[in-house]
């Protein structure tokens, strides 16, 4: 009897192992992005609109074809915001990235109405 529970408590173990390794590598692919194909940057401080350019973010900041801030891997300290962007009045979109921060991962303040 004591044989059968321990291989049940075995195959119960090594059943959520397999459930939690399954879904952490879905949930590092669920926005179609690989995270192997992110570029690893350092973090981004944007804070005038000439900061786009300077930085060489695609786009022109017009509403139809916004500064794209993608595909970028940031891994921050404890004490800074991976990506800030403030006193601005230039379209932007961000989009499939891999933040990580002990902080904010984003901070936009400061933005005009819109952007």
Request: aromatic content about 8%; hydrophobic content about 35%; glycine content about 6%.
């Amino acid at each position: 009897m004591k044989k059968k529970k321990k291989i049940y408590s075995i195959i119960l173990l090594l059943s959520l192992l397999s459930i939690t390794y399954l879904a952490n590598s879905e949930s590092d692919t669920s926005s179609g992005v690989e995270v192997s194909e992110l570029v690893t940057s350092e973090q981004i401080k944007i804070s005038s609109d000439q900061d786009f350019i300077d930085l060489g973010f695609s786009g022109t900041g017009s509403e139809s074809d916004p500064y794209l801030i993608e595909n970028l891997d940031i891994t921050g300290d404890s004490y800074s915001d991976n990506i800030e962007i403030k006193n601005t009045t230039k379209f932007f979109v961000i989009q499939n990235c891999y933040l990580i921060s002990g902080h904010h991962a984003i901070s936009i303040s400061d933005v005009a109405l819109g952007t």
